[in-house]
């Protein structure tokens, strides 16, 4: 299945380390991650699910859930768990789905074939609170991803929903912001009473909103 931008994320039920989960009832009002890791017992998904255990509360902070995936089965993941406490030094506090037929893999395209055919790639998903799709990564199974991008990228997708603003390139928190194309002047000067510095009449900046 192609999902897009702006798509519902697809629902599906599955087996967690965590107990058993509906997807979109799981999600309820909060902003998801969901992330997928080629295999059980190798080396770099090791080393990122102990990184996201230890900055879960980063997350939490941002009202974001986190949610695993590997297509090995339950008992698999919990020997994993293990592990990843062990050498990682964070035991695992989110949930895992044990995805062992590849459902949930299968409706969200992580399998790519001519990577490989049993594996899934190092997929990303940040799904919002009106469960659509905000941003899809894919990395391959080889690179470890930064975890620490995400939360940037989810610091700039809430501004954009909370304040419209966008973020400039490079963008770090608490640097300044751009406001929206789609805000006009008018409705700007209401937005952002301090003002703004117009650059060119697109590109206009603002300190980040609070
Ligand atoms: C890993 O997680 O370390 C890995 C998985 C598949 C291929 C290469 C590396």
Same mark, same amino acid.
């Given at each position: 299945?192609?999902i897009?931008?702006g798509d519902?994320?697809p #629902?599906f039920?599955?087996?967690?380390?965590?107990?058993?989960?509906n997807? !979109?009832?799981?999600?309820?009002?909060?902003?998801?991650?969901?992330?997928?890791h080629?295999?059980?017992?190798t080396?770099?998904?090791t080393?990122?699910l102990? @990184?996201?255990?230890?900055?879960?509360?980063?997350?939490?902070?941002?009202g974001v859930?986190?949610?695993g995936?590997?297509?090995?089965p339950l008992?698999? !993941?919990e020997?994993?768990a293990?592990?990843i406490e062990?050498?990682?030094?964070?035991?695992?506090?989110?949930?895992?789905?044990a995805? !062992?037929?590849?459902?949930?893999?299968?409706? @969200?395209?992580?399998i790519?074939?001519?990577?490989? #055919?049993?594996?899934?790639?190092r997929?990303?998903?940040?799904?919002?609170?009106?469960?659509?799709?905000?941003?899809?990564?894919? @990395?391959?199974?080889?690179?470890?991803?930064?975890?620490?991008?995400?939360l940037?990228?989810?610091?700039?997708?809430?501004?954009?929903a909370? !304040?419209?603003v966008?973020?400039?390139?490079?963008?770090?928190?608490g640097?300044?912001v751009?406001i929206?194309?789609?805000?006009?002047d008018?409705?700007a000067?209401?937005?952002?009473?301090?003002?703004w510095?117009?650059?060119?009449? @697109?590109?206009?900046?603002?300190?980040q909103?609070?």
């Open positions: 299945m192609t897009r931008l519902e994320a #629902d039920s599955a087996e967690t380390t965590e107990g058993p989960i997807f !979109h009832e799981w999600i309820g009002d909060n902003w998801v991650v969901l992330f997928s080629p295999k059980n017992f080396p770099v998904c080393t990122e102990g @990184y996201m255990a230890g900055i879960k509360d980063k997350f939490e902070q941002r859930k986190i949610l995936l590997s297509v090995d008992d698999s !993941h020997a994993w293990n592990d062990e050498t990682q030094g964070n035991a695992l506090n989110f949930p895992l789905i995805d !062992h037929d590849r459902k949930v893999a299968d409706l @969200y395209d992580m790519h074939p001519n990577a490989n #055919d049993t594996l899934t790639v997929s990303v998903f940040v799904i919002g609170p009106d469960k659509k799709v905000k941003l899809m990564l894919t @990395y391959p199974a080889s690179t470890g991803r930064n975890f620490d991008e995400i940037r990228v989810i610091d700039s997708l809430q501004l954009t909370n !304040h419209k966008a973020t400039p390139v490079n963008w770090q928190d640097e300044d751009i929206v194309p789609a805000v006009s008018e409705d000067k209401a937005a952002f009473p301090e003002g510095k117009t650059v060119k009449p @697109y590109l206009r900046i603002v300190p909103p609070k």
